[in-house]
């Protein structure tokens, strides 16, 4: 039975509840990615069950994911490495921007949990996940000429101090 791309298949035992009119944006996105990345197991040569991936296997999807990607990347050869704002358009591939696979990886993590996976047994928390992630950052950080530098809290300003109560010249007793 085929399925249009708007409505994703039945995905069987791991597919998330069916959203609720209450569902949070954050609650829909992470059932559509759960039932993307289950599109992608069953699709897989040879198909994989969700008992049998590893942090290998969500690598293998991230990096398919690219195709669809909309951040033009910079490589080393391309003049406009390390520039912010090019100013001119380049053959660079588009990718998955950094925060969107961290954002992804963060939603497939917690649904995978909420589905009966064991925390022990997440590939979206594998080492190798968190590697990679750190590694598109910071590549695309390069290609882009900025750091990705963790931002400091700014803590508020301290209160200006309280101005001081207007203080009289003491009155001047007249001379007797």
Known sequence: ?????????????SAMAPPSSSSSRYENQKRRDW????????????PLT????SGAHVLEFLRYLD?????????NMCPFFGHPVPPAP??????????SLDALVGRLRAAFEENG??????????RAVRLYLRDVRDSQARARGISYEKKKRKRPPP??????????????????
């Open 1 to 13: 039975m085929a399925s249009s791309p708007s409505t994703p298949p039945n995905t069987g035992s």
């Open 35 to 46: 039932n993307t990345f289950g599109q992608y197991l069953r699709n897989h040569r040879p």
């Open 50 to 53: 969700l008992s049998r991936c």
């Open 67 to 75: 195709q669809f990607g909309k951040t033009k990347v910079h490589t």
């Open 90 to 99: 380049c053959p660079c591939p588009l990718r998955q921007a950094w925060g």
């Open 117 to 126: 996976g064991k925390p022990e047994a997440n590939p979206f928390g594998a």
């Open 159 to 176: 209160p200006p101090p309280p101005p001081p109560h207007p203080q009289f010249p003491p009155q001047m007793a007249e001379d007797q």
